[in-house]
């Protein structure tokens, strides 16, 4: 069946911002509209018992305002984008066939990526290979292996910096491997990621005006965690005996900073301040992924309740929803 054009699919709302700007706060204040359902788009969240330090709604809230993703993985299994965008076009889906506006809220910006690129079928990683990149490297640099993939694949090598080890000794490894240069495995897959989606994605990013401001909210949210019981939180998990911080729901900002506290790595002033500055960095990269999105719709964030005003503003005058 031919797909829908993308401006006849019912919405779906997309509210993100950095760490701390109050998302949830206004995604809770939407929903109670009675138009939207909320579906978490945050990677901390996914994992039970990781509640305090990942600010997961509490059962009052939820009660209010159900989210949809959050508490759906044991935090020993990863949980990745890939998993995030089969889940999220499931959720979609139910919440259309229910009526409902979907509203996605969260801070992690390569699950709205996910969810709106796709993710191309990439060949599987090839060790060998990899290895046999990385030697040259260390013999000739990063800059001559990403002059060896301009000729190759002059599109991939043009987005790339120079020195983005990762990155280039990926798309090095898929052009040897099969003959075929990353760019074209992500144009076809272009061509075919828009006839899944059931409806088309409006982004509304919260930008918080006052930088300083998000980083005294920051401060002032990470000792409201460690007042509420974070550091009992984390003991918890420790105590299970099987997770470590190597794996991807303990790298959450907050966790990995109490972890090594509570093992004795750091005294508590240490674990505070480098949790703060975490979180600001988290903030800082979350901000410079919002600048470059596409088509999105800017709300000017104050940090106080006159944000929620904004955000339905913003859906009113840009895509004709009111509350």
Not at 18 to 26: L, Q, V, Y
Not at 153 to 164: F, G, Q, S, V, Y
Request: net charge neutral.
């Amino acid at each position: 069946m031919k797909p829908l054009p993308s401006d006849r699919l019912p919405p779906a709302i997309c509210l993100a911002g950095p760490t701390a700007s109050g998302k949830t706060r206004i995604a809770v204040e939407l929903v109670q509209s009675g138009r939207f359902e909320i579906i978490s788009v945050d990677s901390a969240l996914v994992y039970r018992g990781l509640d305090i330090g990942a600010g997961k709604p509490d059962a009052a809230t939820l009660a209010l305002a159900p989210h949809r993703l959050i508490d759906i993985r044991d935090p020993a299994a990863p949980y990745s984008a890939a998993e995030f965008r089969s889940d999220a076009l499931r959720e979609l889906r139910q919440v259309l066939q229910a009526g409902k506006i979907p509203l996605l809220v969260g801070g992690t910006m390569l699950y709205f990526k996910a969810l709106r690129d796709g993710l191309a079928d990439l060949p599987p990683a090839d060790p060998a290979l990899r290895e046999r990149i990385a030697d040259m490297a260390d013999r000739l640099g990063w800059p001559a292996i990403h002059a060896r993939l301009a000729l190759v694949d002059p599109l991939t090598a043009a987005r790339l910096n120079p020195n983005d080890p990762q990155r280039l000794q990926r798309a090095l490894e898929v052009y040897e491997s099969t003959g075929r240069p990353l760019s074209e495995f992500h144009r076809r897959h272009r061509d075919e990621v828009a006839t899944d989606l059931p409806c088309t994605l409006h982004f509304v990013g919260l930008m918080p005006a006052d930088r300083a401001a998000l980083h005294q909210v920051i401060a002032q949210r990470f000792q409201h965690m460690l007042d509420a019981g974070l550091l009992d939180e984390v003991r918890a998990l420790q105590a299970r005996g099987d997770l470590s911080c190597d794996l991807p729901s303990l790298r959450s900002v907050g966790y990995r900073q109490v972890w090594d506290f509570l093992a004795g790595h750091s005294d508590h002033d240490m674990m505070v301040a480098k949790a703060v500055a975490a979180t600001r960095q988290l903030a800082k990269r979350q901000l410079t992924w919002l600048r470059g999105w596409k088509d999105l719709q800017e709300v000017p964030a104050t940090l106080t309740a006159e944000d929620v005003i904004n955000v339905k503003s913003c859906l009113k005058s840009k895509l004709g929803i009111s509350m």
